[in-house]
């Protein structure tokens, strides 16, 4: 069974920095499409980032616009954990952030369509103010 648990959510004042992990059980990294979702209060759920290991492209991770440049996905085969590095975090980064994973084939269009996904973690809170 799949099993993802998210951790490092804090809170931290604008322009400050912080990295979650995804710790992985069940499957190893490179079965998987793995990416980074959040959910804001009152507002829908969006993609943030996403590694596709069917895609050995130089588009990969893929990220979300409001992201690109200021946060950085990676994953440690070894130790089964994804991370997520944000800097210069804004209050608009104010969320609960999951990891949430597939076995499936996902189309690149689909990527960061969270409906795409069966598994994922309980979350974890960032919360960005002064």
């Known amino acids: 069974q799949l099993q993802l648990v998210e951790s490092g959510g804090e809170t931290v004042q604008p322009g400050g920095s912080l990295r979650l992990s995804c710790q992985v059980s069940g499957f190893g990294l490179d079965t998987l499409i793995i990416g980074w979702f959040r959910q804001a209060p009152g507002k829908e759920r969006e993609g943030v980032s996403v590694i596709n290991i069917f895609d050995r492209s130089a588009g990969n991770p893929y990220y979300a616009d409001p992201v690109k440049g200021r946060f950085t996905m990676s994953k440690d085969n070894a130790k089964k954990t994804v991370y997520l590095q944000m800097n210069s975090l804004t209050p608009e980064d104010t969320a609960v952030y999951y990891c949430?994973?597939?076995?499936?084939?996902?189309?690149?269009?689909?990527?960061?369509?969270?409906?795409?996904?069966?598994?994922w973690g309980q979350g974890t809170q960032v919360i960005v103010s002064s």
């Open positions: 949430a994973a597939d076995l499936r084939l996902i189309g690149t269009s689909r990527l960061l369509n969270g409906d795409e996904y069966d598994y």
